[in-house]
């Protein structure tokens, strides 16, 4: 039991770190252009916002939605009590509700395979991002044809992929103006709390990701709270000290959306009925990461050798510049 609990908190930790790369970035870029004082400002509310508000609050919207049955208190005790009966309820409600993340983390998989510029680890990762017009396609078809077989099974389950898919294309909105809205905010004349309530926003969308994929690790309201909120902790600490040198692992990112990959399928096998063991999905993304993690640092040490990066620093030589 304790390894159990150990082994999916772990697992949780470094999914929710990876996950939230993207929008550590972003806000290191931004508040590099705002005095210390709103620096400071966004930091201490940014951290009662992210980790306290909405990934305290989500999971317990997240199991409400798949149990409308259950009251507030009821919500409360499943994270915090072991009554057998609410377990049980929760329990025979885990299909729609991990069905639902399973959906969205593959859409999210996808979208970054087919729509969105990244460092090609592998060739055909370059060849299906020129084939980017079949995304809407495929992901029509694969909603489609879950549906379809959800219906046979258990109706409820549609409406549960459904209910992924929408928080997709919602979310991935947010997720596709960053970019854009990142250089807007780079503008000196933008006002500090525009761009705070901005990255406010931004945490929000970019940390459903998180909390959607925990419910792959566990439907343990309480594990899923401590995982991700020490992840939560450490992306911010990355993002005041780290971020120049984490974003040196040029295909860290590749390896934390084959890993959403991964567990959207898991989640999706899981809500018909399929046993996955609880160290699967924590095994599964260790080994990706590991992958691409050794493909990242051995680019590092290539670019060393030729004299193009430091490895002492992860930084471009002056020479390498020009």
């Given at each position: 039991m304790i390894i159990e609990i150990?082994?999916?908190?772990?697992?949780?930790?470094?999914?929710?770190?990876?996950s939230s790369i993207d929008n550590a970035v972003v806000n290191a870029h931004v508040l590099r252009t705002m005095p210390k004082k709103y620096r400071r400002i966004f930091l201490f509310w940014g951290i009662l916002f992210a980790v306290f508000i909405v990934r305290g609050i989500l999971p317990f919207i997240i199991v409400w939605v798949a149990n409308?049955?259950?009251?507030?208190?009821?919500?409360?005790?499943?994270?915090?009590?072991?009554?057998?009966?609410?377990?049980?309820?929760?329990?025979?409600?885990?299909?729609?509700?991990?069905?639902?993340?399973?959906?969205?983390?593959?859409?999210?998989?996808?979208?970054?395979?087919?729509?969105?510029e990244k460092k090609y680890a592998f060739l055909v990762e370059k060849f299906i991002h020129k084939q980017s017009m079949w995304f809407y396609a495929l992901s029509s078809?694969?909603?489609?044809?879950l549906i379809f077989i959800c219906i046979k099974v258990n109706p409820i389950l549609a409406l549960s992929a459904t209910i992924g898919a929408t928080a997709f294309f919602i979310t991935d909105g947010f997720k596709k103006n960053?970019?854009?809205?990142?250089?807007?905010?780079?503008?000196?004349?933008?006002?500090?709390?525009?761009?705070?309530?901005?990255?406010?926003?931004?945490?929000?969308?970019?940390?459903?990701?998180?909390?959607?994929?925990?419910?792959?690790?566990?439907?343990?309201?309480?594990?899923?709270?401590?995982?991700?909120?020490?992840?939560?902790?450490?992306?911010?600490?990355?993002?005041?000290?780290?971020i120049n040198k984490i974003t040196k692992y040029a295909y860290l990112k590749n390896g934390a959306m084959y890993s959403i990959g991964v567990l959207g399928f898991i989640m999706v096998l899981e809500s018909f009925g399929n046993h996955i063991p609880f160290?699967?999905?924590?095994?599964?993304?260790?080994?990706?990461?590991?992958?691409?993690?050794?493909?990242?640092?051995?680019?590092?040490?290539?670019?060393?050798?030729?004299?193009?990066?430091?490895?002492?620093?992860?930084?471009?030589?002056?020479?390498?510049?020009?």
């Open positions: 150990i082994t999916i908190v772990f697992g949780l930790i470094i999914f929710e770190i990876v409308p049955g259950l009251g507030l208190s009821e919500i409360i005790q499943v994270a915090f009590s072991q009554s057998p009966e609410i377990n049980h309820y929760v329990e025979q409600s885990k299909p729609i509700l991990i069905l639902a993340g399973g959906v969205y983390l593959f859409l999210v998989f996808l979208s970054w395979l087919f729509l969105e078809i694969f909603l489609t044809a960053a970019e854009e809205k990142e250089k807007q905010l780079l503008n000196p004349k933008i006002s500090a709390w525009s761009k705070i309530l901005y990255l406010e926003v931004l945490d929000m969308s970019f940390s459903i990701d998180g909390v959607v994929g925990a419910f792959a690790f566990t439907t343990s309201i309480l594990l899923i709270l401590i995982g991700n909120g020490i992840g939560a902790f450490v992306v911010r600490e990355f993002t005041i000290k780290g160290w699967v999905a924590p095994l599964n993304m260790f080994i990706i990461l590991g992958v691409f993690l050794f493909l990242s640092y051995r680019e590092i040490k290539q670019g060393a050798k030729e004299g193009k990066i430091d490895i002492t620093t992860f930084e471009l030589k002056e020479d390498a510049k020009s």
